[in-house]
């Protein structure tokens, strides 16, 4: 009789451990789904902004109209898109574990877009204007009027002798922006293209002329699409013989009508951003990298360029926009190792 009462109590005990024990595995196992669905919400916002603001940065470089669609849920959740003082893009959860979360991106590119929110499944288009990016639910179409560089009128001499002759051009760029660092250059006015040298006459502001030697050395090394470029390796006085120097169009007028980049430019805006690499590390661009004008070769064609390096990096950005109302391929950007742009 004693044994068959101790057998009735444990039997109780058995049955409140295995209801413990179950109430407890429970709990690690809605622990770790919670885990896992958060952290499936944090990566999908995050990649959606990165998407976005790569499709800014596209659209603003290249002139051109791109879209992205929404996605009908971030890991299940629901949100909103939102734009917030014309720069920063935030993503807002509704729903679901991360319910009142927000993840933010800032763009270094101004927005202009035609609402303050976007719902998910939205079709974004994305079209540069003015000095910004503009967002719209329909679709964009870029006119004349909104490009200020096209402006109604065709891009100076300067762009057109480039196409022509993309060396000789980077030499002049070369020589103009170098030999100004130290003193008051009005522009370029003559030149004369040489066994792998392009002699410049520069004339200065008080109308005395400088003539200096743009050296070019051939660098065969592939930096992504880039085959090979003609790179400008110094600029020196020149006092001795000469050929026969030609007029060429004005870099100055050129450059003041937003037609040429000057290497500061150029790398001020590389170095503002933040990059990744193959491995999706970040990588910031030294603002004091060396900068050097270039002509490079692609399977399309030459164009003026300005080279970057910033070890381990080297890049090509270009030297001009493109007028993208003659329907030819230009140039925009070039890496090696590559990088991808992330804001």
């Known amino acids: ?32 789904y919670s885990q896992q669905a958060g952290a499936r919400v944090d990566e999908e916002a995050n990649s959606l902004l990165e998407q976005l603001s790569q499709t800014v940065f596209q659209s603003f470089s290249t002139q051109t109209v791109s879209s992205v669609q929404l996605p009908l849920t971030l890991g299940g959740c629901q949100y909103v898109l939102e734009v917030v003082d014309n720069s920063n893009l935030i993503v807002r959860i509704l729903s679901g574990l991360r319910a009142g979360s927000e993840y933010i991106i800032i763009s270094q590119i101004p927005l202009s877009p035609d609402n303050s929110a976007y719902q998910p499944g939205t079709t974004l288009y994305f079209g540069s204007s003015d000095s910004s990016v503009l967002l719209s639910q329909k679709p964009i179409e870029i006119t004349e009027s909104e490009s200020p560089q096209f402006a109604g009128t065709p891009p100076p001499e300067f762009y057109y002798f480039a196409k022509k002759h993309p060396v000789e051009a980077a030499s002049i760029l070369e020589a103009f922006f170098v030999v100004r660092e130290n003193l008051e250059v009005a522009d370029a006015s003559r030149y004369a293209y040489e066994e792998n040298s392009v002699l410049v006459e520069l004339r200065l502001e008080n109308d005395d002329t400088l003539l200096v030697k743009a050296k070019l050395v051939l660098d065969t090394m592939k930096v992504g699409a880039v085959e090979n470029a003609v790179v400008v390796s110094a600029v020196e006085s020149h006092a001795g013989e000469q050929g026969e120097l030609v007029g060429c169009p004005s870099v100055d007028n050129a450059w003041m009508s937003g037609w040429v980049y000057s290497p500061s430019e150029v790398l001020a805006h590389l170095s503002s951003r933040t990059w990744k690499n193959e491995n999706d590390v970040a990588v910031s661009l030294s603002s004091d990298a060396r900068v050097s004008a270039a002509a490079v070769t692609t399977n399309v064609g030459q164009y003026p360029a300005w080279r970057v390096e910033s070890p381990p990096y080297v890049i090509y950005y270009r030297a001009m926009p493109w007028w993208e109302l003659e329907n030819e391929p230009g140039f925009l950007f070039q890496s090696y190792p590559p990088l991808e742009p992330v804001i």
């Open 1 to 32: 009789m004693l044994g068959e009462e101790r057998g009735a109590h444990e039997v109780p005990l058995i049955v409140i451990f295995g209801v413990f024990l179950a109430f407890l595995l429970m709990l690690i196992f809605v622990n770790v």
